[in-house]
């Protein structure tokens, strides 16, 4: 999931495309993943998203469209 590349099907803050670019780790390290550090690609400005809303094709696009 790290690094992978993402179109945002309605923008964020005017941005489109975005990059994973960290895998929020929890604690206890015994917990499931929940959160996923998006990168915009343009602007670099970052925000937390459950990394399940990437599987909402209603939000997300795998790659960059």
Known sequence: M???K???VKPIAKQKHFLVS???LPEPP???IEL???EAVY???TTLIPWR???NSELWIQ???
Request: no cysteine.
């Open 53 to 55: 809303d990437l599987t």
């Open 30 to 32: 015994d917990e499931k």
């Open 43 to 45: 602007s670099k400005k």
């Open 36 to 38: 996923v550090e998006i």
């Open 2 to 4: 790290l690094l992978t």
């Open 63 to 65: 790659g960059w469209k």
């Open 6 to 8: 993402w179109t945002a």
């Open 22 to 24: 960290k895998v929020i």
